[in-house]
């Protein structure tokens, strides 16, 4: 694996970084409250989007890739013109620092977690809230939607995955498994399996009809705050306090490792080519490796 890009700007740790859904640009965001954009073609900074008063703790880019939503230990939801930077909405979203922010795939409605004990379902383009989720008393998320989007999931500080509807709002189930707190989510490639990781870096694979588990991969990731997995399905990178794991999605085996000195990796995304994955870290750093 090649030395990382190294892109430097922020003032204080970077808890978030995401591409854009063409590919095209890297957003990174985290203590000092700014969103900054990049250019994937030379990464070179191109902008800021400012606005927040705190911690920017977490990016989703809308389906059709025009409106980008983050959320903020300022305890606001804002949704933000995508690549002009220019501010639509802002919204109170819980008395807690946010936590987790994700579209429906209809684009329809997001959803947002956070420290305090209430999920929230809003409308968008709107951002009027439809429906207050009561999760575990504090530290929810991250969330992700069904693919036909009746379901929302959320994980947290407990040791389950909360399952909800999203038209009524009301808990439907509890998937156990784990043993410490959800710390993140996704679908598989196909969307046929649900994907969950926890703080000790076990990572749980159920079959989304019947919610059976169907893989256990025990990852090196103690202490692991993201995951990601490769747009070929195939690779799974887990956040670990120092670095991120490389591990088969089929067999659960160790691919690589990528060393980074911080303390602290707090999310990992891969480009929508493969070609890239992005990480965010303490040290103010954002590291961009070559995949293929």
């Known amino acids: 694996m090649s030395e990382p890009i190294i892109l430097e700007g922020h003032s204080g740790h970077v808890m978030c970084a995401t591409f854009s859904p063409d590919g095209k640009k890297l957003l990174s965001a985290g203590f000092s409250g700014e969103l900054f954009l990049w250019n994937v073609r030379g990464w070179k900074k191109i902008g800021a989007f400012e606005g927040h008063t705190n911690s920017v703790n977490a990016l989703a ?11 903020s230990t300022d305890t606001t939801l804002k949704l933000w013109s995508y690549p002009s930077g220019k501010l639509l909405r802002s919204v109170a979203a819980g008395k807690r620092p946010g936590s987790s922010v994700r579209f429906s795939p209809d684009g329809k409605h997001l959803a947002t977690a956070s420290y305090d004990p209430v999920i929230r379902l809003w409308s968008f383009p709107a951002c009027e809230e439809v429906a207050a989720m009561k999760g575990y008393p504090k530290n929810n998320g991250p969330v992700v939607f069904s693919p036909d989007g ?46 969950t990781a926890d703080y000790h870096g076990t990572v749980l694979v159920r079959n989304m009809k019947d919610r059976k588990v169907l893989q256990t991969i025990q990852t090196q990731g103690r202490g692991m705050m993201g995951l990601a997995l ?25 691919i690589g490792s990528l060393p980074v000195k911080a303390q602290g990796v707090y999310s990992v995304r891969f480009s929508p080519d493969g070609k890239w994955l992005a990480a965010a870290a303490a040290d103010k750093r954002v590291r961009v490796w070559e995949m293929e």
């Open 61 to 71: 880019f809308s389906p059709d890739g025009k409106t980008l939503a983050s959320v």
């Open 230 to 254: 490769s747009p070929k399905g195939n690779i799974l990178a887990v956040t670990r306090p120092n670095g991120v794991d490389l591990v088969s999605f089929d067999d659960g085996s160790l």
């Open 150 to 195: 009746k379901q929302l999931f959320s994980g947290g500080v407990g040791n389950s995955v909360l399952v909800w509807s999203t038209s009524s709002g009301e808990k439907l189930e509890e998937l156990s498994g784990h043993k410490t707190a959800v710390m993140a989510l996704t679908l598989s490639k196909d969307k046929r399996h649900l994907v």
